[in-house]
C-alpha cells in the first residue's frame, strides 16, 4: 500500500511565517475554538510549488478549508465564533522539543473552549526519531499545553494514514478520554484529494473542496458540536 506521507514534498518549513504561526480573530462570541494545524489547517502563499493562497492547503477558497466549513456551522448554531488557527509544523518536524510549544503561547492563553487538534503527517519527516523518542508522551504534553482543565479536546489522527504515528495519538486518546476523529478511510478516497488541480504532486494529494467538508462534518459530528 502506498504511503501518502512519502509523497507530500510540501516542506514542514515555512508553512506559516515565523510572526504569523498564531493567527486570533474575536467575534464577541460566546464559543471559542482553537484549531491546531499544519498546511491542512493553514499554509501561506508559495508560489514556486503552485501554492499562492492563505488557507487550508489545496481548498479552492477560504470558506471551503475545513476551519471555515466547521466555522460557519457552529456560527449557525451559537452566533459568532471567536477562533484560533495555530499552525504547528515546526513542533512536528521536532515534537520532542518543549520548548518549541512556548512560540504558541498565544493560543494558550486563548483559553479555548473547544481545541481541535489536527496534525500528524509533517512527523513522517523526522520518522527516524520515533524509537528513539517514542511520540506518545511528547503528542500528550502537547494536547495539555492548550487545553485548560474545562476545554473539550477532539484529537484527529493522519489523514494519510500512517500506523506507526496513528498509534501512539489512539494510545494518548484513550488515556486521557479525548475524542479521537479517524480520518483514514477519508485521505485513502482519491476523490478527496485535489489531484489534478495543481502540477505539484505534494500539494496535490491535500484535500480538495469535497475531503475538507468530509473532514469538517466528522469532527462537528463526533466531536457532538452541533
Same mark, same amino acid.
Request: hydrophobic fraction near 40%; proline fraction near 4%.
Given at each position: ?9 510540501? &516542506? ?11 493567527? =486570533? ?11 491546531? *494545524?499544519? &498546511? ?19 481548498? &479552492?477558497?477560504?470558506?471551503?478549508? /475545513? ?6 456551522? @457552529?456560527?449557525?448554531?451559537y452566533?459568532? !465564533?471567536?477562533?484560533? $488557527?495555530? &499552525?504547528m509544523?515546526?513542533w512536528?518536524?521536532?515534537y520532542?522539543?518543549?520548548?518549541? @510549544? ?14 481541535? $487538534?489536527? =496534525?500528524?503527517?509533517? !512527523? ?13 508522551? /511528547? ?8 487545553? *485548560? ?6 484529537v ?8 506507526? =504515528? ?14 479521537? $476523529?479517524? @480520518? *483514514?478511510? $477519508? ?14 504532486p ?12 468530509? =473532514? ?9 458540536? @452541533?
Amino acid at each position: 500500500m502506498k504511503n501518502d506521507n512519502a509523497i507530500n514534498t510540501v &516542506s514542514s518549513f515555512a508553512q506559516v511565517s515565523d510572526d504569523k504561526q498564531v493567527k =486570533i480573530v474575536r467575534q464577541g462570541g460566546r464559543l471559542k475554538i482553537a484549531f491546531i *494545524g499544519n &498546511s491542512i489547517t493553514r499554509h501561506m502563499p508559495k508560489p514556486e510549488i503552485g501554492w499562492t493562497h492563505d488557507w487550508g492547503m489545496a481548498a &479552492s477558497s477560504i470558506e471551503n478549508d /475545513y476551519v471555515h466549513v466547521m466555522l460557519h456551522a @457552529l456560527e449557525q448554531k451559537y452566533g459568532p !465564533v471567536d477562533y484560533c $488557527i495555530c &499552525s504547528m509544523s515546526k513542533w512536528e518536524r521536532e515534537y520532542w522539543n518543549r520548548a518549541i @510549544l512556548e512560540e504558541y503561547h498565544a493560543a494558550r492563553e486563548f483559553d479555548a473552549d473547544i481545541v481541535v $487538534i489536527r =496534525i500528524a503527517e509533517n !512527523v513522517w519527516g523526522v520518522r527516524d526519531q520515533l524509537e528513539k523518542k517514542p511520540l506518545a508522551p /511528547y503528542w500528550d504534553y502537547m494536547i495539555r499545553y492548550f487545553a *485548560g482543565p474545562k476545554s473539550k479536546v477532539l484529537v484527529t489522527d493522519d489523514f494519510w494514514s500512517w500506523k506507526t =504515528i496513528d498509534d501512539p495519538i489512539h494510545e494518548v486518546c484513550e488515556k486521557r478520554g479525548y475524542t479521537l $476523529i479517524k @480520518l *483514514g478511510d $477519508i485521505g485513502a478516497d482519491e476523490s478527496n484529494k485535489a489531484i489534478g488541480q495543481f502540477d505539484h504532486p505534494g500539494v496535490a494529494i491535500h484535500p480538495n473542496d469535497k475531503g475538507m467538508r468530509a =473532514i469538517a462534518e466528522r469532527i462537528l459530528t463526533e466531536g457532538e458540536l @452541533l
